[in-house]
């Protein structure tokens, strides 16, 4: 009796059965991380988005309290939403994927789970945290008549996702280099705090003289937040950014980051 050969459609469930393994087994790790995070007791979950709030809240009042209207033309509140935002969302991730693997060890006993899930979950509740943060602020100060809702919404949202990749590529990257490299971990924080003044939440490329809006423009993530600024505030900015270095460098980190988790998946022992 002659079977015939697998077609098309079989390609296409398996692959489809493979993704819906996977997106559960990521929706898993997410949920167990939100509950290891933050608890179940007092805010909860609520802290996914309420931390970062409160962050952000705390440095746009400053800025409010200070007059800061010196840093930019712009309304400085939404000038330090937007910036500090920002901020949090492509900083943090890769501080939260530098030493996962090793905490989560025991979950890589069962087959379904990778290092690539320990690091998208973990990325995906980041993500998460930022985003409704920079969400409700801006529904927040809007309502109080404090700043004034995006001129151009999609390109805000499209900024907003590029500066997320750009962290994701980052974070995965920097991750899997930290499973063989400590110096990673030592040297990513004392780095973070020192490319923050340089990374475009404080300033505008405008303001700065036209050597070094050259030169700050190497920085990608300062290409992502002046162009988000361009759809927040529109004519009134006038941004400067190279979408197309931005996308470059972000293909460039998450390939590399991908083929090094690859490797380090290979070397990883379950416990």
């Not at 970062?52 to 800025?63: R, S």
């Not at 490299?181 to 404080?202: M, N, R, T």
């Not at 931005?246 to 379950?270: C, D, E, F």
């Given at each position: 009796?002659?079977m015939?050969?697998?077609?098309?459609?079989?390609?296409?469930?398996?692959?489809a059965?493979a993704?819906?393994v996977?997106?559960?087994v990521?929706?898993?790790l997410?949920l167990?991380?939100?509950?290891?995070?933050?608890?179940r007791?007092?805010?909860g979950?609520?802290?996914?988005?309420?931390?970062?709030?409160?962050?952000t809240?705390?440095v746009?009042?400053l800025?409010?309290?200070l007059d800061?209207?010196h840093?930019?033309?712009?309304?400085?509140?939404?000038?330090?939403v937007?910036?500090?935002?920002?901020?949090?969302l492509?900083?943090?991730m890769?501080?939260r994927?530098?030493g996962?693997?090793?905490?989560?060890?025991?979950l890589?006993?069962?087959r379904?789970?990778?290092?690539?899930d320990?690091f998208?979950s973990?990325?995906?509740?980041?993500?998460?945290?930022a985003?409704?943060?920079?969400?409700?602020l801006?529904?927040?100060?809007?309502?109080i008549?404090?700043?004034?809702?995006?001129?151009?919404?999609?390109?805000v949202?499209?900024?907003?996702?590029?500066?997320?990749?750009?962290g994701?590529g980052?974070?995965?990257?920097?991750?899997a280099?930290?499973?063989?490299?400590?110096?990673?971990?030592?040297?990513?924080h004392?780095?973070?705090y020192?490319?923050l003044p340089?990374s475009?939440?404080a300033f505008?490329?405008?303001?700065?003289?036209?050597?070094g809006?050259?030169?700050?423009?190497?920085?990608p993530?300062?290409?992502a937040?002046?162009?988000?600024?361009e759809?927040?505030?529109?004519?009134?900015v006038?941004?400067?950014?190279?979408l197309?270095?931005l996308?470059?460098v972000?293909?460039l980190?998450?390939?590399?980051?991908?083929?090094k988790?690859r490797v380090?998946?290979?070397?990883v022992?379950?416990e």
């Amino acid at each position: 009796m002659s079977m015939s050969p697998a077609g098309p459609s079989d390609g296409r469930s398996a692959l489809a059965a493979a993704f819906e393994v996977q997106r559960r087994v990521i929706w898993a790790l997410l949920l167990r991380e939100m509950i290891t995070r933050y608890g179940r007791h007092n805010f909860g979950f609520l802290w996914l988005f309420l931390e970062p709030m409160l962050f952000t809240l705390a440095v746009t009042l400053l800025w409010v309290g200070l007059d800061l209207n010196h840093v930019s033309s712009l309304p400085i509140t939404a000038f330090a939403v937007t910036g500090y935002s920002s901020i949090l969302l492509w900083r943090n991730m890769p501080g939260r994927l530098i030493g996962s693997i090793g905490p989560n060890l025991a979950l890589m006993f069962h087959r379904q789970v990778k290092v690539i899930d320990i690091f998208l979950s973990r990325l995906a509740l980041e993500f998460m945290g930022a985003t409704i943060s920079f969400i409700v602020l801006t529904v927040l100060f809007t309502g109080i008549d404090w700043m004034a809702l995006p001129e151009d919404l999609l390109q805000v949202c499209i900024g907003w996702l590029l500066l997320a990749w750009f962290g994701a590529g980052l974070a995965i990257l920097l991750g899997a280099l930290a499973e063989d490299y400590d110096i990673v971990e030592k040297l990513w924080h004392p780095f973070a705090y020192l490319i923050l003044p340089l990374s475009g939440a404080a300033f505008t490329v405008d303001t700065l003289p036209p050597a070094g809006q050259q030169w700050i423009l190497y920085l990608p993530m300062v290409n992502a937040i002046e162009y988000l600024r361009e759809g927040y505030f529109g004519s009134v900015v006038h941004a400067h950014y190279d979408l197309a270095y931005l996308i470059s460098v972000n293909l460039l980190l998450t390939g590399l980051g991908l083929a090094k988790t690859r490797v380090v998946s290979q070397k990883v022992v379950p416990e």
